[in-house]
């Protein structure tokens, strides 16, 4: 699985994916990618080290507005990760943890 993340890093660009998978590992590079088919575990565990050297192990995503879907999600801008500010968006809206998640 580890490996697969590292895969759609490499095609994406989007740290989001190392940063899963470091945080799947309890914000550790050691044993990484548990994988037999791995050749270098050495290297694995550089290049997600320098990943989230890099980004952070916080995954930082901005809020969406889908409105063919009618679907909009208002994300906390805090680097504390603080509440996501609600707001009604069409029919229905729903505060979990940091967002708040709206339909309509």
């Known amino acids: 699985m580890y490996t697969f993340f590292w895969w759609l890093y490499k095609i994406t660009d989007d740290p989001a994916y190392v940063q899963v998978m470091y945080q799947a ?22 290049n997600v080290r ?13 809020s969406i507005n889908k409105t063919a879907w009618h ?3 208002l994300r906390s801008s805090s ?4 509440k996501g500010m609600p707001r009604r968006f069409g029919c229905t809206t729903l505060l979990v ?4 998640i709206g339909t309509g």
Request: hydrophobic share 40%; charged share 25%; glycine share 10%.
């Open 97 to 100: 943890g940091d967002m708040a």
């Open 79 to 82: 680097p504390l990760g603080g």
């Open 25 to 46: 590992n309890n914000d550790s590079t050691k044993r990484l990618p548990h994988d037999l088919f791995t050749d270098d575990l050495a290297a694995f565990q550089r």
């Open 50 to 62: 320098r990943v989230i050297d890099e980004f952070g192990a916080k995954i930082q995503l901005g």
């Open 71 to 73: 679907l909009s999600v």
